[in-house]
């Protein structure tokens, strides 16, 4: 119960901010992502290593990506890109996995960004947002 109110709680946050400055943040995004959608792919990742969850990424961004003007379908394609909450390793599933790891091989390194789940977790989030973006594009 307590990780179903954190999760709520983290999206309800998210979407109060992103609402707040939501005019500030199409304005330093607009050039860049009319010049090139698929950059919205960044910003979709930097969120969801900030608040943890791809429901509040996506409750909170999208709109404004659809407000920028970025196509559905580059949208759709790039949607891979909400998977970052494991760049952090502050995630409860993170922690738990070093915990239950008896060989010693899952660890959280010396420096904040030096875990097990860097390397795969980078590979399949651009592998699978840039095949996605790519399917998107050929069908569309």
Do not use: C
Not at 18 to 38: L, R, S
Not at 61 to 89: E, N, Q, R, T
Not at 114 to 129: D, E
């Amino acid at each position: 119960m307590v990780a179903v109110v954190a999760i709520y709680g983290i999206a309800w946050l998210s979407d109060t901010y992103f609402v707040a400055y939501k005019g500030e943040m199409m304005t330093a995004m607009k050039d860049i992502v009319n010049a090139y959608p698929w950059a919205i792919a960044f910003v979709l990742f930097a969120v969801s290593v900030l608040i943890n969850t791809q429901g509040g990424v996506v409750l909170a961004i999208m709109p404004l990506a659809y407000d920028l003007g970025i196509p559905w379908y580059v949208l759709l394609g790039v949607l891979p890109s909400v998977y970052g909450y494991f760049f952090i390793p502050n995630y409860p599933s993170d922690i738990a996995t070093v915990n239950f790891d008896r060989s010693g091989t899952t660890v959280i390194g010396k420096y904040l960004l030096n875990h097990s789940f860097m390397i795969p977790g980078l590979i399949s989030v651009t592998v699978s947002t840039i095949i996605g973006y790519l399917l998107a594009n050929l069908v569309y």
